[in-house]
């Protein structure tokens, strides 16, 4: 029942009591619910116009109606509360929307004083209070979200209970959290059941206690049945976090599945979900199609909503555009990630882990795009190559500051041991095969007393293993082959298969270590095994693969095995992988003489010899190191979403219905 908290007079009581209950209703379950002014007669026409016009999703007419109010009558807190209200969820302006909410509310007081009389007009004060505790959420005020709360709760209905337990937990007041999200359950009101639950699932994340997580989240998901045709996508996609978070990649994908066939939720998206697992399992096909889907999904809800997880999805691709060896749109991608963050107020991550792992995609990034230009240079004119390599010295350089903004993000020391646990809410959502990157940037001790720390904490089953990965890496720089290769081999006995690329950066490792031992079939049979997964893991690491030549033809053809050979992808040997060469023709091929990967290439009529050899050779080169997903530029652009408007004006401005709010 909604209503005021201040006592009413006797007469009109139950009429007045009925429109309080219809109006506070519509607007503690939608911010465009219809509500019915019928009985408040001492709203200005103009006002109410506008006030529906809002509510309808018709904000450029609201807009337009709420100006000439304020023009006619700059004290009218109606006109000021349309502006915000428009610039909020028509415009996603928060702190425009700020701005004239706190003129509103200053307006309201100044003319009815801080408690409203029991007129029609309290009304207004409600909105506007409700609205400042949203505007507030959205630009991550908490204190002040807590604050317009209690106001709202000591003189209205219904009370803001389990509300209250988001700004706590983002403010790290876990107990105080917690005791809010009690509150609201123990109420028996279902909508607060459901706010709570959903708090709850992210309250015990953020405090640590994954598996209470995995459990509060589950809870969350099967309040209405686990059914996506009777809820909302957000509580499957919190559920399918905290799988990811006890190594449950299995569940966590299903879930997420079920996720794009629910309603759609103001935040969070179920197809980013799905591609950064596809990415981790080497599903390059899967991933694609699950990336294709995101711009569809993010137009599907409101404007204000709409931009709240670009980087999400920036990120997603990024790693995706990364492993298929797209250096250049990787890079154009993280370079937007560093340059505009997003807000974080509907997220429970911590942001500087955000911004890490965005720094050392870019790092990634731009280290290959730097090997790439070396690649593309074969053959190419003696001043053609040296160009190549001063590009590559600019992209190196970019990688080398990247690293530093990513050292920079991980000076805390609680926050960069927690980058190590992956799946947990300290590693945010770093990507595992992303991590031994750090070993680069922060050095091997750094990390190898990180991972010892993280992995001293850590009780979850199967974390071990990541934690074998990560020391793997380390102990490869610091110059143990041995330990390194063991600390391997122990990590891919341990790792699902559903973690495929940290998988092929082991076998990586595995390689390099037993080539440095001397252990050239133990060397050769790892090579194979990872280039099967991840062809350009070793692309992305700047090494060289041991590798003997099978010419096959005239002079010619030597000089294309010459070309190859001369490569800085292949360190020419006694022993390794085979390259066959062949007129117009190369092929990498295994121990087991499995092909790896090949090329033919028909030459053009008058084409020059070396011209051929080198359009060989380089076509070689991305067969070779990258997996074979083919996109064209306009692919490319529509994953990225820029050949679409990111906002449609006839949609978002006349008419769009936004789901509940989460």
Same mark, same amino acid.
């Given at each position: 029942?909604?209503?005021?908290?201040?006592?009413?007079?006797?007469?009109?009581?139950? $009429?007045?009591?009925?429109?309080?209950?219809?109006?506070? &209703? /519509?607007?503690? =379950?939608?911010?465009?619910?219809?509500?019915?002014?019928?009985?408040? #007669?001492?709203?200005?026409?103009?006002?109410?116009?506008?006030?529906?016009?809002?509510?309808?999703?018709?904000?450029?007419?609201?807009?337009?109606?709420?100006?000439?109010?304020?023009?006619?009558?700059?004290?009218?807190?109606?006109?000021?509360?349309?502006?915000?209200?428009?610039?909020?969820?028509?415009?996603?302006?928060?702190?425009?929307?700020?701005?004239?909410?706190?003129?509103?509310?200053?307006?309201?007081?100044?003319?009815?004083?801080?408690?409203?009389?029991?007129?029609?007009?309290?009304?207004?004060? @409600?909105?506007?209070?409700?609205?400042?505790?949203?505007?507030?959420?959205?630009?991550?005020?908490?204190?002040?979200?807590? /604050?317009?709360?209690?106001?709202? =709760?000591?003189?209205?209905?219904?009370?803001?209970?389990?509300?209250?337990?988001?700004?706590?937990?983002?403010?790290?007041?876990?107990?105080?959290?917690?005791?809010? /999200?009690?509150?609201?359950?123990?109420? *028996?009101?279902?909508? %607060?059941?459901?706010?709570?639950?959903?708090?709850? &699932?992210a309250i015990e994340f953020e405090a640590g206690d994954n598996q209470a997580g995995?459990?509060? &989240?589950?809870?969350?998901?099967?309040?209405?049945?686990?059914?996506?045709?009777?809820?909302?996508?957000?509580?499957?996609?919190?559920?399918?976090?905290?799988?990811?978070?006890?190594?449950?990649?299995?569940?966590?994908?299903?879930?997420?599945?079920? #996720?794009?066939? @629910?309603?759609?939720?103001?935040?969070?998206?179920?197809?980013?979900?799905?591609?950064?697992?596809?990415?981790?399992?080497?599903?390059?096909?899967?991933?694609?199609?699950?990336?294709?889907? !995101?711009?569809?999904?993010?137009?599907?809800?409101?404007?204000?909503?709409?931009?709240?997880?670009? +980087?999400?999805?920036?990120?997603?691709?990024?790693?995706?555009?990364?492993?298929?060896?797209?250096?250049?749109?990787?890079?154009?991608?993280?370079?937007?990630?560093?340059?505009?963050?997003?807000?974080?107020?509907? +997220?429970?991550?911590?942001?500087?882990?955000?911004?890490?792992?965005?720094?050392?995609?870019?790092?990634?990034?731009?280290?290959?795009?730097?090997?790439?230009?070396?690649?593309?240079?074969?053959?190419?004119?003696?001043?053609?190559? *040296?160009?190549?390599?001063?590009?590559?010295?600019?992209?190196?350089?970019?990688?080398?500051?990247?690293?530093?903004?990513?050292?920079?993000?991980?000076?805390?020391?609680?926050?960069?041991?927690?980058?190590?646990?992956?799946?947990?809410?300290?590693?945010? !959502?770093?990507?595992?095969?992303?991590?031994?990157?750090?070993?680069?940037?922060?050095?091997?001790?750094?990390?190898?007393?990180?991972?010892?720390?993280?992995?001293?904490?850590?009780?979850?089953?199967?974390?071990?293993?990541?934690?074998?990965?990560?020391?793997?890496? #380390?102990?490869?720089?610091?110059?143990?082959?041995?330990? $390194?290769? +063991?600390?391997?081999?122990?990590?891919?006995?341990?790792?699902?298969?559903?973690? #495929?690329?940290?998988?092929?950066?082991?076998?990586?490792?595995?390689?390099?270590?037993?080539?440095?031992?001397?252990?050239?079939?133990?060397?050769?049979?790892?090579?194979?095994?990872?280039?099967?997964?991840?062809?350009?893991?070793?692309?992305?690491?700047?090494?060289?693969?041991?590798?003997?030549?099978?010419?096959?033809?005239?002079?010619?053809?030597?000089?294309?095995?010459?070309?190859?050979?001369?490569?800085?992808?292949?360190?020419?040997?006694?022993?390794?992988?085979?390259? %066959?060469?062949?007129?117009?023709?190369? &092929?990498?091929?295994?121990d087991g003489d499995a092909q790896l990967a090949c090329t033919e290439v028909t030459?053009?009529? +008058?084409?020059?010899?070396?011209?051929?050899?080198?359009?060989?050779?380089?076509?070689?080169?991305?067969?070779?190191?990258?997996?074979?997903?083919?996109?064209?530029?306009?692919?490319?652009?529509?994953?990225?979403?820029?050949?679409? !408007?990111?906002?449609?004006?006839?949609?978002?401005?006349?008419?769009?219905?936004?789901?509940?709010?989460?």
């Amino acid at each position: 029942m909604a209503a005021v908290r201040r006592r009413q007079p006797p007469a009109g009581r139950a $009429a007045l009591a009925a429109l309080l209950s219809a109006a506070l &209703c /519509a607007i503690g =379950t939608g911010v465009h619910a219809q509500l019915d002014l019928s009985g408040d #007669a001492a709203i200005a026409l103009d006002e109410e116009r506008a006030l529906a016009e809002a509510q309808q999703g018709n904000h450029i007419k609201a807009r337009e109606i709420a100006e000439s109010v304020v023009r006619a009558n700059p004290r009218s807190y109606a006109g000021h509360f349309v502006l915000g209200f428009v610039h909020h969820y028509g415009e996603a302006n928060f702190a425009r929307a700020l701005y004239h909410q706190d003129r509103a509310l200053a307006l309201f007081v100044e003319q009815h004083g801080a408690e409203p009389a029991p007129t029609g007009r309290w009304i207004w004060h @409600a909105r506007i209070l409700r609205e400042l505790v949203w505007t507030h959420g959205n630009l991550e005020h908490y204190e002040e979200q807590l /604050a317009y709360m209690a106001r709202y =709760t000591e003189l209205y209905e219904p009370d803001m209970i389990a509300e209250r337990a988001w700004p706590l937990m983002k403010l790290r007041r876990f107990d105080e959290a917690r005791a809010a /999200a009690r509150a609201g359950e123990m109420t *028996g009101d279902p909508r %607060q059941r459901e706010i709570a639950l959903n708090a709850r &699932c992210a309250i015990e994340f953020e405090a640590g206690d994954n598996q209470a997580g995995y459990d509060a &989240c589950r809870e969350a998901m099967m309040l209405r049945g686990g059914d996506p045709s009777a809820q909302g996508a957000v509580d499957f996609t919190n559920f399918a976090e905290a799988a990811r978070s006890v190594f449950r990649l299995d569940e966590a994908e299903r879930v997420d599945l079920l #996720a794009t066939e @629910a309603q759609v939720s103001w935040y969070g998206n179920p197809w980013v979900e799905l591609a950064e697992l596809y990415v981790r399992g080497a599903r390059y096909v899967e991933a694609l199609g699950a990336l294709r889907e !995101v711009p569809g999904y993010r137009d599907r809800r409101p404007p204000h909503a709409r931009d709240a997880d670009r +980087n999400e999805s920036r990120r997603a691709l990024a790693s995706f555009f990364l492993v298929v060896g797209r250096a250049e749109d990787a890079q154009g991608l993280t370079e937007k990630m560093l340059n505009a963050p997003d807000r974080r107020a509907h +997220n429970s991550r911590d942001p500087a882990q955000d911004r890490a792992i965005a720094a050392l995609l870019h790092r990634a990034a731009s280290k290959l795009r730097a090997e790439q230009r070396v690649e593309q240079a074969i053959g190419a004119p003696w001043y053609e190559r *040296g160009w190549a390599w001063v590009e590559s010295l600019g992209d190196r350089f970019d990688a080398w500051l990247s690293g530093r903004t990513a050292a920079k993000n991980l000076a805390d020391e609680e926050r960069l041991v927690g980058t190590f646990m992956i799946g947990t809410h300290r590693s945010a !959502v770093m990507p595992p095969w992303l991590v031994g990157e750090l070993t680069d940037v922060l050095g091997a001790g750094v990390v190898r007393e990180s991972v010892r720390r993280a992995r001293a904490e850590d009780d979850r089953d199967g974390s071990d293993a990541y934690y074998d990965a990560f020391e793997a890496d #380390a102990a490869l720089a610091a110059g143990e082959p041995e330990q $390194a290769r +063991n600390l391997a081999e122990r990590a891919l006995a341990g790792l699902q298969q559903a973690e #495929a690329l940290l998988r092929a950066r082991m076998l990586a490792i595995v390689a390099e270590s037993s080539r440095q031992l001397g252990d050239g079939a133990r060397a050769t049979e790892a090579y194979g095994e990872a280039f099967q997964s991840d062809p350009g893991v070793f692309r992305r690491l700047g090494w060289a693969v041991p590798v003997r030549f099978e010419v096959r033809g005239d002079a010619s053809v030597e000089e294309l095995a010459d070309l190859i050979a001369g490569s800085p992808r292949f360190d020419v040997s006694d022993w390794g992988l085979r390259v %066959q060469v062949a007129p117009g023709s190369a &092929c990498l091929v295994d121990d087991g003489d499995a092909q790896l990967a090949c090329t033919e290439v028909t030459s053009e009529p +008058n084409e020059d010899a070396d011209d051929f050899h080198a359009r060989v050779a380089r076509d070689f080169h991305e067969r070779v190191f990258a997996p074979r997903v083919d996109l064209s530029q306009s692919d490319v652009n529509s994953l990225d979403g820029s050949n679409r !408007v990111s906002r449609d004006p006839l949609r978002t401005m006349f008419g769009h219905e936004p789901p509940p709010r989460e």
